[in-house]
């Protein structure tokens, strides 16, 4: 591992995000770009409109197309992030999780609220990292922004974000989340103004959110699972939803299944087409 990596790994492990600058080259930010217009041109059928039919921007979100899409299929196997994700997790494998495309256009106004990610999922397990990927250039306004060091407390209530209903972990099983818009000078906020090359790489457990756009802000996130994660089936619809997945899976099991492939160490090239 280079000083730098290492360095890397340290603020990750410290802060539960990191933001590395220029990692992705103009050719797969191209291939990426070409990926995600093609997916807003002709969504999913679990794409969802995440603004208010007044917004005067829009906010669109899909998930789980790198099957299906041949541009995040490349990307995913052959940006290297499998390497760096690894590096940061500090695990021998790094597994996709998901694949999920994020686009706010200009003039969006719908913030994506504060949360944790993993309450949301259907796994369990200290080693997990996303990357969040912009083709286009963030200012410091329309950044990610998180709370450095919340991946180490507990996880907290995941709530839906127009409405605030606790749809996954029953209300009051877990801790709210704190009123960080209330007091920001109180919490140690990270964020970064970002161009097209730069990802930010995150915990699933830091607590992070986002404002509207002041230009458009077409981004990719890739999750991945490090060698501790496990299937935690839930009793109720995950967001990612994994239909039928707890029948092939156990409780407990790792993720070894095909929605999930190893991505480091580098696989056969069969394994990513």
């Known amino acids: 591992m280079t000083a730098a990596a290492a360095t890397s790994a340290e603020d990750f492990a410290r802060d539960g995000a990191v933001c590395l600058r220029g990692v992705i080259g103009a050719d797969l930010i191209a291939l990426l770009r070409e990926g995600i217009d093609a997916n807003i041109a002709t969504p999913s059928p679990r794409a969802k409109?995440?603004?208010r039919q007044d917004d005067p921007g829009r906010f669109v979100?899909?998930?789980?197309?790198?099957?299906?899409?041949?541009a995040y299929r490349r990307f995913i196997f052959e940006s290297g992030l499998g390497e760096i994700a690894a590096g940061l997790m500090g695990?021998?494998?790094a597994?996709?999780?998901?694949?999920?495309m994020l686009t706010k256009e200009a003039g969006t106004l719908q913030p994506t609220p504060w949360h944790q990610d993993q309450p949301y999922y259907n796994v369990e397990g200290r080693q997990t990292c996303s990357f969040w990927i912009p083709v286009d250039p963030v200012s410091q306004a329309s950044t990610l922004q998180f709370v450095?060091?919340?991946?180490?407390?507990?996880?907290?209530?995941?709530?839906s974000f127009r409405d605030a209903q606790a749809r996954w972990f029953p209300d009051g099983s877990l801790a709210d989340l704190p009123d960080i818009e209330a007091d920001r000078a109180a919490w140690p906020l990270l964020g970064?103004?970002?161009?097209?090359g730069d990802l930010v790489c995150f915990h699933m457990l830091t607590l992070h959110a986002s404002a509207g756009a002041d230009r458009r802000r077409r981004v990719f996130s890739v999750r991945f699972l490090g060698d501790d994660?496990?299937?935690?089936?839930?009793?109720?619809?995950?967001?990612?939803p994994f239909p039928g997945l707890e029948d092939e899976l156990p409780a407990g099991a790792p993720m070894d299944h095909p929605l999930f492939p190893i991505v480091w160490p580098r696989p056969p090239a069969e394994t990513s087409r």
């Open 95 to 100: 597994r996709l999780y998901h694949d999920h």
């Open 61 to 70: 979100e899909d998930f789980c197309n790198w099957r299906d899409n041949p």
């Open 49 to 51: 409109i995440a603004s």
């Open 229 to 240: 994660a496990v299937h935690a089936p839930r009793a109720w619809t995950t967001s990612p």
């Open 91 to 93: 695990s021998q494998t």
């Open 148 to 159: 450095a060091g919340s991946h180490l407390g507990p996880w907290l209530m995941p709530r």
């Open 192 to 196: 970064w103004a970002l161009e097209p």
